[in-house]
Structures are given as C-alpha cells and as structure tokens.
C-alpha cells in the first residue's frame, strides 16, 4: 500500500509540474500578445496625438498602458496629450509615474514642468526643466520653456542665456528670436530687441507676434511711422487683433493724424465693445479735437467697466469745468435776456435726462 501510495504521489507530482509548465508557457504568450497589442495602441494614439485629436488619443494610450502597466512611454505621452487639453493636475501625475517607470526620460521632466509651470507651482517647474536639460544637453525646447519661466518669474537676464543656448542648438525657430527680443526688450536694450525681432520676422515672414512686438517697441521708442507700417502688417495678418488697432492709433495720434486714430479706435471697439484701452484712447482724441461731450461719453463708458479708474475720473472733473467754462464763454456773446433764455433751455435738458 505504501508503495502505490508513493508512486500515485510521484504519478501527481508530475502532472502538476507539467500542468505549471503549461500554465507558465500560457500566460508568457498572453503577455507577449498583450505587449504587442500594447504596442499597436500606442501607434495608433500616437497617430491621433500627432493629428491634434487628444482626447481620442488618450483613449487609446489607455488601451495600451491597461495591457502593459509598465509603458512608461505611453504614460508620458498620455501626460502630454492632457497638457495640451489643459488638464494640468492629470498631466503631472502621468509624467510622474512615466519618470517611476523610466527616470532617465528626459520628456518627461519636461512636460511635468510645462504643467507644473501652468498650476504656478514655479519652484518645481524649474526643478524638472533643470533635470530634463541634465538628461539631454541638446534639448533646445528644454532651453526655451526654462527662458520662459524665468521671464514669467522675473529673471530676464537668465531668460536670455536660455535663448541663446537654444539658438545656438537650433537657429532656424523664429519664436526664440521672438522671445529673446521680449527679454531684451524687459530690459530696456532696445537695440537688441529690434535685432531679434528682425530676424524672427526674417526666418518666418507670417509671424504675426513678431510684427506686433516690433511694432510695441517702434511706438515706444517714438518711431512712429515703422511702428505703423508693422502694424499693418499685423493686421494683415491678423484682422482681429484688437491691441494691433489700438497701438496703431496712438501712433498715428502721436503723428497728429486724429481722424485715422478715430478710426482703429472705432474697430477696436466694434471687435471688443468692452475695451477700456480703446474708450480712453478715443477719448484722448476727443479730447485734443475739444470735442469734450465725446469724449465725457467715452470716459464714463470707462467708469462704468472700471468704476476705480482715478484717472479717468480726474479726467472727467477737468472735462466738466472745461464745458462750463465753453458755456460761460459761448454766452458772454449774447445779451443778458439770451443768457437767461440759454440757461433755462440747458437746465430743462439736463433734468430731462
């Protein structure tokens, strides 16, 4: 009996080896399909992702990370997809298990800063751009996103060494030219900014910002007829740029050309009935024209959208004693009946408004 008992034992040992064998060769062909399925997915949100289409990406970039949890790539792609849908909070929890997963993914840092950066959380966002920049020295996005941080947190001078070092690893992007010619600019080095802005313009002939910024800084430094002719070519470009209407119109103000300011100030407001840089502009007109009821209506538009604008409201006290001075002016050429007969007709008028 102990014998038979033995090999029956040996007999059921043998089958449960065999059996584990099977089970272990099943499921490496289910995890080699499932990597593989993986795999597709992922070429396929990356397809949708590239295509600007996020959120049927992400769906897929689930699809994938479901089948193979450890797809470090594909949660870091994922991250990005849900940063460009502005879903700064998920983004930063993908980037942050894709750098669990692989923490040499220099991407990752750096979009994880990108979405830090978004929710303010500043300190961070320096951090990851730095660690990204430390995995790959060439990355010039790495270079200009940091350049943009510091600018944002008021550090132009190392904004510009950012710029330059991406520049120097990629020299045909017109928008780093941009950028370095805004932080030249926030530093007064007015040559430098123009140089910039020329060759953004230079690299991309469409590049509307460059032709805005140039313009700003061709008003600033009183060069009004080339800050006029850039913002031509802004509006151009384009037609709706409200602020591209309201700084061709202090130039052409400036230029004493009151009836072409009145006109962009006009379009300004048509596209933006509720801007206030517009309404005081117009009235600024108004009031150098001394078409001071013009511009009354134009300074109260802008107490009524900012109703502690004190200069404006300064504005309007001075505006009010010119108009009675005007009337008091204006009636010391009648007689003193007229005067009165005047009088009471502008009394009725007020109190019927």
Not at 19 to 26: D, E, F, L, M
Not at 36 to 42: D, G, V
Not at 259 to 285: F, H, K, M, Q, T
Not at 294 to 319: G, H, Q, R, S, Y
């Amino acid at each position: 009996m102990n014998k038979q008992n033995s090999k029956s034992i040996v007999h059921v040992s043998g089958s449960i080896q065999k059996v584990s064998n099977q089970i272990i060769i099943t499921n490496k062909l289910i995890l080699e399909g499932n990597l593989k399925l993986a795999i597709e997915y992922f070429k396929k949100a990356y397809s949708l992702d590239n295509n600007g289409n996020y959120e049927k990406a992400i769906i897929y970039y689930n699809k994938a990370i479901d089948l193979n949890p450890n797809y470090s790539l594909a949660f870091s792609n994922r991250g990005n997809a849900k940063l460009n849908l502005r879903k700064y909070e998920e983004a930063k929890l993908d980037e942050t298990k894709a750098i669990e997963l692989n923490e040499n993914h220099s991407n990752s840092y750096l979009i994880r800063a990108m979405a830090n950066r978004n929710l303010k959380n500043y300190d961070d966002a320096l951090l990851d751009y730095n660690k990204s920049i430390e995995l790959n020295p060439e990355n010039f996005t790495a270079f200009n996103n940091r350049a943009e941080l510091k600018v944002e947190i008021g550090n132009p001078v190392e904004a510009i060494i950012d710029y330059s070092f991406a520049i120097k690893l990629n020299s045909n992007i017109s928008i780093y030219y941009n950028n370095r010619g805004l932080a030249y600019k926030a530093l007064n080095k007015n040559e430098g900014a123009i140089l910039d802005y020329n060759k953004a313009i230079k690299l991309n002939r469409n590049y509307t910002n460059a032709y805005n910024n140039r313009g700003r800084l061709n008003l600033d430094i009183k060069k009004y007829e080339e800050a006029i002719l850039d913002y031509n070519r802004t509006i151009e470009l384009d037609p709706k740029l409200v602020d591209a209407y309201i700084f061709r119109g202090i130039a052409k103000k400036d230029l004493l050309k009151f009836d072409e300011a009145l006109s962009d100030y006009n379009i300004a407001l048509e596209l933006n009935p509720n801007n206030i840089d517009g309404y005081i502009n117009r009235a600024i007109v108004y009031f150098n024209l001394k078409n001071y009821s013009l511009a009354t209506i134009d300074f109260n538009k802008v107490i009524e959208l900012d109703p502690n604008n004190e200069k404006v409201k300064t504005m309007l006290n001075k505006l009010a004693k010119l108009k009675e001075q005007n009337v008091r002016e204006a009636l010391s050429l009648y007689s003193k009946q007229d005067q009165l007969r005047i009088l009471k007709h502008i009394k009725n008028q007020k109190n019927k408004k």
